[in-house]
């Protein structure tokens, strides 16, 4: 069994119709993470949910303002070094961080 | 039905011809096995072979169809292939009976009537999250790895999982895994989720990570609370003691 080493798993919940800077707020989160070296980010859409304001996400005719999922997992370190940066950049949002073990799998070796 | 995972398989060699007591020898063997309540058991008959005294048997030739070879396969557990082979060495008077190591992998019995639905059980206890990041377009042997994953972990059992497909994301390889409209991408993000007892955690860990390039496994504890209908031999052994629902 691979040995796995202590992590921080971050959740970042938004509305997927929410903006910054003229593009999707997920995106820009994507976009800080890349900036600041964060070693991976997958986002997932929900199909339908609610928040802080009590406002149903879900899909309408017109708009689509469907829940969104940021994960990420990092070292402490690391994630220290993100939140401040992510902070600036959510207007409402929920953050949860959890404790987890992670295994990095990287066999094939990247192409230059 | 036989659990999965280590038995035995016998095979008998026999002649057509061959007797115990007033019966043809296979059938008296085969009806033993029956009697013993033997998972199952398959006689076949061979077109051609010979035995020590080196004759050839077949159905081409005329007038030697009586020495024609017979074989009875089955497949029982260590314990209960014991059980029953000094019996068998007894019956097989002209022949060779055979025991080979083998492993059950999927042992199912169709056509069934359906189970009543049984109350519902809750299993309370503490488990294993397991989170698996992989791209939409990995493969293993040409098929995308995260079916083969599910596939695999449904043959060891495993309780379940569930299969999610991002929107938008990058991991080991650092290219940007994006759906859009110009710019078709099938290399999504995907996440695995599964839900385990931990002792299972060694396993389904290795066989995962055998299977994986590049990718991210990570590990959290949990508190399940899971609503299973109650399994017939269980409640068996518990007897009737509640009321029927």
């Known amino acids: 069994m691979p040995e796995p080493q202590p992590a921080k798993y971050l959740r970042l919940h938004v509305g997927e119709d929410e903006r910054w800077n003229g593009k999707p707020l997920y995106e820009a989160v994507v976009e800080k993470c890349r900036e600041l070296e964060i070693s991976g980010v997958s986002v997932f859409r929900g199909v339908e949910g609610f928040g802080e304001s009590a406002e149903m996400h879900q899909s309408h005719l017109i708009t689509r303002d469907r829940p969104i999922l940021i994960s990420i997992v990092e070292t402490e370190e690391n994630l220290a070094r993100l939140l401040p940066e992510i902070e600036g950049i959510l207007d409402t949002a929920m953050m949860a961080i959890s404790d987890v073990q992670m295994i990095r799998i990287c066999k094939s070796t990247l192409p230059h | ?245």
């Open chain 2, 1 to 245: 039905m036989l659990p999965k995972g280590p038995a035995k398989k016998v095979t008998i060699y026999l002649n057509e011809d061959s007797r115990y007591h007033l019966e043809p020898a296979w059938r008296a063997v085969v009806n033993f096995l029956r009697q013993k309540q033997v998972a199952g058991a398959t006689v076949l008959r061979p077109s051609m072979g010979f035995g020590t005294h080196q004759m050839i048997h077949t159905l081409d030739t005329e007038g030697s169809m009586e020495h024609m070879p017979i074989r009875i396969e089955f497949v029982e557990t260590g314990v209960r292939v014991d059980e029953l082979l000094p019996t068998l060495y007894d019956m097989v008077t002209d022949g060779l009976i055979e025991v080979q190591d083998t492993s059950i992998i999927k042992s199912v019995v169709q056509g069934r009537q359906p189970q009543p639905v049984r109350p519902h059980e809750d299993i309370r206890g503490k488990a294993k999250l397991i989170r698996i990041y992989l791209g939409e377009a990995d493969k293993f042997h040409g098929e995308p790895l995260y079916e083969a994953i599910v596939k695999r972990l449904r043959m060891m059992d495993v309780a379940g999982a569930t299969v999610y497909r991002g929107i938008l994301g990058y991991g080991a390889k650092r290219e940007t895994h994006k759906k859009s409209l110009l710019q078709f991408s099938h290399d999504l993000p995907i996440m695995i989720s599964v839900v385990e007892r931990e002792e299972r955690l060694p396993q389904i860990l290795d066989t995962i990570e055998s299977m994986m390039q590049d990718g991210l496994i990570v590990l959290s504890d949990v508190e399940v609370r899971r609503l299973v209908h109650r399994n017939p031999l269980e409640e068996e052994a518990k007897n009737a003691g509640t009321p029927a629902g």
